[in-house]
Structures are given as structure tokens and as C-alpha cells.
């Protein structure tokens, strides 16, 4: 249509809206007409979507890669057998890739699932292990048919499957080998895996100390990344990322080992409901200490709460 938009804003559209070509089309040509561009889009694509959907926000991409995503931030542990960039390098390259990435929650594991699909222009289609294997009653489909059917989906469709918490396959104890051997739906999954030819994406949060994986399940990934909490460095370059603020070079950092990108968005959150200017350093890595400490602590709960039988929501 002879519109052009920053990359920048390019990118930020395709984060923020699932739309149809065809609403992209209209949206595109009515930049055209009224030579306003990105307003003109932004006010295109909710009305179309409320006139094909009677909703606004239904063309909203709540999976989208998060505005603070940073690469640089992902600490990607040395006993990876790939790297994003890797993986990313088989996409292009038409290699239909099996990855599986593992890390505790707030590592980036998520995020990094989109961030590879949306780098291979490809949107994610996005469940999960509980998802699928949940009892949805007398009217939903059965666990089997919701698995073998969002592998078809993902590839009717042309999106990146990415399923969450593997280990939810062997709830609530995914460290007892014989859980595993008793789920049926793992081996399903793990044969519906096998015939899909297309790339496709596992999470999990469990670290290897957590959960005994069985070796068929080990085998079907053709790449494995691993994410660690931050580094010193990666924690001072997220200082200033996350808060504009420049780390002292004198700042005392410790207790601040195992932080995560997560900590530190969940301070800055924080801090923005302060409505204060100006927040110094050491405010800030007092919060990023608290949000350490209750984070350890609300995991701590949750392990106890499954050791007793419960399931947290």
C-alpha cells in the first residue's frame, strides 16, 4: 500500500494485535488515506475487531513477547545444547525443531517460547500440560483428543505450538519415576510429538533435581535450553533497563544470588504504584532483596501444599 512504518512500530503492532490479514489490509489502507500511520492503525483494529467479534479487546495478543524483553538479560546456561540464536538459524532454515527450555519461574523461560516464534514471523499457539490433560467434564473433549488436536491446529493454522509445564504430566509428584510410567497422556503426547513435522516448543520449570523426565521424553527434544538466574553483570545491566537507574559500582549485591528477570519486573511494578520520582539505588535493591525473599518463601508454600495433597490454583 505504499505505507511505511519504523521497524520499531512494526514490531510493536505485531506484539500487541492477532489480526487477520484481511483487518491488517484495511487497517493499512486507512494509514494510507489519512496519512497518520500508527494512529490510524491503532484506532483501525479495534473496530474491526469489535464488528467481526463484538469485542474490542479480542484482537488483543495477550501471548505476546513483553515490551521488556532484552536478550542479553537470558542467562543461558552453559550445559544448553543450543543457543536461541541456533534454534532461531533451524527455523529459518525450514528444520522442524523440537526445543525444550527449563528454568525456575521468572528466568524468562515463557517469553523466550514467543520471542523464538515471533523472531521466525510465526505466532505461538499457546497451551498447557494442565490444560490439556484437565477433566473439562461431561461436554468438553477428552485429554486425547485436546492433545492430538492442538498439534493439528498448530499446523492447519501455520503457528508454533508451545506447550507449558511438562511436568504437569506426572502431577503432583513429577520426581517419582512411576508417575510417568502411569500416564498414558505423556506417551501420547510424546507419540503426537513424534509425527509432528512441524517446530515445536516444551516448557517447563522444573529443574532436573525436580523432576525425574523419562529418557523417551529426554530424547524427543532436538534442543534443550537451559535459563539460570541473572549474572552480577546482567543484574547491573538490568538496573538500568528496568528502572533507568545506574547501579553503583560500589553497590552491595549480596543477596540479590538467584535473582530473576521477574524479581526484577516485580519491583518495578511495585515502585510504579508509588507514583514517587526519583527512587534512589538503594530503595530499589532493598525491594529486589524482599522480592527474593517472598518469592523463596510463596515456593516454599506451594512444595508443602502439593506434599500434602493440594493442588495451588
Do not use: C
Amino acid at each position: 500500500q505504499g505505507v511505511s512504518l519504523p521497524d520499531e512500530e512494526v514490531t510493536f503492532l505485531s506484539r500487541k494485535y492477532d489480526a487477520s490479514p484481511r483487518q491488517i489490509t484495511y487497517a493499512i489502507k486507512g494509514a494510507k488515506v489519512t496519512g497518520t500511520g500508527l494512529q490510524a492503525i491503532e484506532r483501525s483494529l479495534p473496530a474491526s475487531a469489535r464488528i467481526t467479534s463484538g469485542s474490542r479487546t479480542h484482537i488483543l495478543d495477550r501471548s505476546s513477547v513483553s515490551e521488556d524483553y532484552k536478550p542479553s538479560l537470558l542467562n543461558v546456561a552453559e550445559t544448553s545444547s543450543s543457543t536461541p540464536e541456533q534454534v532461531i538459524k533451524k527455523g529459518e532454515n525450514k528444520v522442524p525443531f523440537s526445543l525444550l527450555i527449563q528454568g525456575v519461574s521468572g528466568t524468562g523461560v515463557k517469553t523466550l517460547s514467543r520471542a523464538v516464534a515471533e523472531s521466525l514471523f510465526k505466532n505461538p499457539l499457546e497451551t498447557s500440560v494442565g490444560g490439556l490433560i484437565a477433566d473439562g467434564g461431561p461436554l468438553a473433549p477428552p485429554p486425547a483428543a485436546r492433545i492430538r488436536g492442538a498439534f493439528e491446529q498448530a499446523a492447519n493454522l501455520g503457528r508454533i505450538l508451545v506447550v507449558h509445564d511438562l511436568e504437569q504430566f506426572a502431577a503432583p509428584n513429577p520426581k517419582d519415576e512411576n508417575m510417568w510410567k502411569r500416564s498414558p497422556l505423556a506417551k501420547l503426547f510424546f507419540e503426537e510429538a513424534q509425527q509432528h513435522n512441524h517446530p515445536f516448543i516444551v516448557t517447563t520449570s522444573k529443574l532436573d533435581k525436580d523432576a525425574k523426565f523419562p529418557q523417551y521424553m529426554q530424547n524427543l527434544f532436538s534442543d534443550k535450553i537451559k535459563l539460570d538466574p541473572m549474572t552480577s553483570d546482567q543484574i547491573k545491566e538490568g538496573f538500568q533497563h528496568f528502572f533507568n537507574v545506574e547501579l553503583p559500582e560500589d553497590a552491595d549485591l549480596s543477596g540479590l544470588n538467584e535473582l530473576t528477570i521477574g524479581d526484577m519486573t516485580a519491583v518495578r511494578h511495585r515502585i510504579q504504584r508509588l507514583e514517587e520520582h526519583d527512587i534512589s539505588a538503594d530503595r530499589i535493591i532493598a525491594a529486589l532483596k524482599q522480592q527474593r525473599l517472598d518469592r523463596a518463601e510463596i515456593a516454599g508454600q506451594a512444595k508443602s501444599s502439593v506434599q500434602l495433597g493440594f493442588h495451588p490454583s
